[in-house]
């Protein structure tokens, strides 16, 4: 099946430092991929809609400058935390369509990357 | 505006059957999703429906009905390795998903 691959699973940086996460379709073009965070035991939140080419598509409430969303390739976004602070602390999840509203309706998650900002 | 509701937790015992609602309100409607989720880990696909009735996949089934808004996730022959949360998640007209805040499903021996 379709393969999404997040990286890096666990990330602990210091507060001030900017963070990337990547994620990619292994097997599969995305035009468009998801990014969520989630805060414990809470449910996944949109934080944005990124979009091969062209910019990201952010949800009410997410500072754009301060989350960095790059789609370069039909195969990789990137998130950026930048300036991280403690609570920005959260677990992050992509996902990615291989096609809009597809066959089976399946969207695959990446692993989550869990940032802890001290 | 767009909401899901489902329970916050459940109980059930192992070997026994439970189903898990969900409601929904969205602008459009492409589909309702399940996906369950393990502490820590991402969510992992269970089912999608978009035609109201019964899907059954293994030990676990799918009902959707649009003109209620009601989906429910069932699950049977229960094993201690369901203990997951379990999220409802509706697509609207714009695809975009709205998620549940998940039922935390506990199995008990």
């Known amino acids: 099946g379709a393969v999404v691959s997040q990286h890096p699973s666990w990330v602990i940086c210091k507060s001030g430092t900017s963070v990337k996460i990547e994620c990619r379709s292994l097997?599969?073009?995305?035009?468009?991929m998801f990014w969520y965070r989630q805060f414990p035991k809470q449910s996944l939140m949109l934080m944005a809609t990124?979009?091969?080419?062209?910019?990201?598509?952010?949800e009410q409430g997410v500072e754009k400058d301060k989350f960095l969303i790059n789609h370069a390739s039909l195969t990789l976004s990137t998130l950026t935390v930048t300036s991280a602070h403690p609570e920005d602390s959260s677990f992050y999840i992509c996902?990615?369509?291989?096609?809009?509203?597809?066959?089976?309706?399946?969207?695959?998650f990446g692993e989550g990357s869990r940032l802890t900002v001290l | 505006g767009q909401n899901i509701d489902q329970p916050t937790e459940m109980t059930a015992t192992e070997g026994a059957i439970v189903q898990i609602n969900c409601t929904y309100q969205t602008s459009g409607f492409n589909g309702l999703f399940w996906y369950q989720q393990h502490a820590g880990e991402a969510p992992t696909f269970l089912s999608y429906?978009?035609l109201d009735g019964l899907e059954e996949k293994g030990r676990f089934s799918s009902f959707l009905s649009r003109s209620k808004g009601y989906s429910y996730l069932l699950l049977k022959e229960l094993q201690m390795k369901d203990s997951a949360s379990y999220l409802c998640a509706a697509m609207d007209s714009n695809y975009q998903l709205i998620w549940g805040a998940g039922t935390k499903l506990i199995i008990k021996p």
């Open positions: 990124s979009n091969e080419g062209s910019k990201a598509t952010y």
């Open positions: 996902s990615a369509h291989p096609l809009r509203g597809g066959d089976t309706g399946e969207l695959f």
């Open positions: 429906n978009v």
């Open positions: 097997d599969f073009q995305a035009t468009t």
